[in-house]
């Protein structure tokens, strides 16, 4: 392990310090305007616009990075991010706000195409789940680590954002410092939403589903929480239990979901979201009960997108290419992230505070309804399930071990058949997607 990981040790020290930054700032941004007294609907529009500007990546990064290089483009977005993170305490105006959050958005998705390509062309199929899995960590521990940054007293209102912008900064240093030599970025074509969804519909909803609702837990979330009269404190505790819910479920869910299959899997924590957000919506105001349930929420909500890649790479058509399946699995997760601050600022306008989490639980039970719709695949003709984080650029695609055949193929070998639960009777069987 250890001479897969320093190699690209530099790139770990990156990501964790971007990321602490980019989790401060997440969390910081909406109980702001919270404090400034702007509505829910002004901040779920805020906040949509910081996933706008990551959509815009998403389409126009790779460009300017293949043009002038990594690390120079590391820099220029850091420098990006630093300035939108600083700028935030010169205004209270929520629209020159609106444009900090989508410039961030900008920023932050291109830098992790850079850091992430920069792992994919440094690691060898051999080692890719290995070198994912630590990257999985890193990122839930470090998002972690910034919610709990706001426990840090802010007198002046200002010296949270200078901290988040501080950690992006030294983010540069081991960047900068690096000898990995620069790889290659080439632009590869994203298969059409509509096209995907003839192939693979559990996927795609699913994806979309998992956009909503992670979305709109990091968006407004603690927009409720400090609307409900909460400290910063308590605020920072309770999404890194949401988090740290995510991150100790990633095994679990996969090693089930291998077995049950993806509709299963789907279902299960759909309805697992939907039972946590029906407690946190009508018993919220009780602690233990908060803490318990958000953490339920946390494991279910941060699965689902995960289960939708695993489900989109079981797919047999002969037309589909995993990277592209991949790619657009993650644009529409992005749009279903864009989405959901939008709709949630104005429902919590409507119908109280409180309604996000009933927000959350008629977008899982839907999706739990969606997916008893649709067939299970096979086992024969699945894939496996890998853990991957909920923010993350088009480059993590390729980076996919699933690209491997014969990885695929060892990982189904070491599932024991008696451990293959509810198998159809029949392999044979027409399944719809």
Not at 57 to 63: P, Q, R, Y
Not at 83 to 106: E, K, P
Not at 370 to 391: C, I, M
């Amino acid at each position: 392990m250890r001479s897969i990981v320093l190699p690209i040790s530099s790139l770990f020290f990156a990501i964790a310090l971007l990321c602490v930054g980019y989790g401060l700032l997440m969390s910081l941004v909406g109980i702001k305007l919270q404090a400034f007294g702007a509505s829910s609907t002004l901040i779920g529009l805020v906040n949509a616009s910081f996933f706008l500007g990551g959509v815009f990546s998403l389409l126009t990064a790779i460009k300017i990075i293949s043009t002038v290089g990594h690390i120079r483009s590391f820099s220029v977005f850091a420098a990006l991010l630093t300035f939108a993170s600083l700028g935030h305490t010169l205004t209270d105006s929520v629209f020159i706000w609106g444009f900090f959050r989508m410039l961030s958005g900008y920023s932050l998705y291109s830098l992790l195409l850079i850091i992430e390509s920069w792992i994919n062309e440094k690691t060898t199929s051999t080692h890719r789940s290995q070198v994912l899995s630590i990257y999985t960590v890193i990122f839930y521990l470090s998002i972690s680590g910034g919610q709990l940054l706001l426990n840090i007293p802010d007198h002046n209102g200002s010296l949270l954002f200078i901290l988040a912008a501080m950690f992006v900064s030294i983010s540069l240093i081991p960047i900068s410092m690096t000898k990995i030599s620069e790889p290659k970025v080439e632009n590869v074509k994203t298969m059409s939403i509509p096209k995907l969804y003839g192939i693979a519909k559990l996927a795609i909803v699913s994806s979309f589903a998992g956009g909503l609702l992670v979305g709109g837990f990091f968006t407004m979330a603690p927009v409720y929480a400090k609307a409900a009269g909460f400290s910063n404190e308590f605020i920072s505790i309770f999404m890194s239990t949401a988090l740290f819910g995510a991150l100790i479920a990633q095994w679990p869910i996969g090693w089930i979901s291998d077995r049950l299959g993806r509709k299963i899997a789907i279902f299960a924590v759909a309805i697992i979201g939907a039972i946590a957000s029906m407690l946190l919506w009508f018993l919220g105001e009780d602690i233990h009960i908060l803490y318990m349930s958000v953490f339920i929420l946390g494991i279910s909500i941060f699965a689902i997108y995960p289960l939708s890649l695993a489900r989109g790479n079981d797919t047999t058509d002969e037309n589909a290419n995993a990277v592209e399946i991949s790619r657009a699995l993650l644009m529409t997760y992005g749009i279903g992230s864009f989405v959901a601050p939008a709709i949630i600022g104005p429902f919590m306008n409507l119908f109280g505070n409180e309604s996000i989490f009933l927000f959350f639980a008629c977008v899982s039970l839907a999706l739990a309804i969606y997916a008893l719709t649709k067939d299970r695949v096979p086992f024969d003709e699945r894939s496996v399930f890998v853990s991957v984080p909920t923010t993350s650029s088009t480059i993590l695609a390729e980076f996919d071990p699933r690209q491997d055949e014969d990885w695929v193929q060892e990982k189904k070998e070491n599932i024991n058949e008696e451990e293959v639960w509810l198998e159809p009777a029949s392999q044979e069987e027409e399944k719809t997607s």
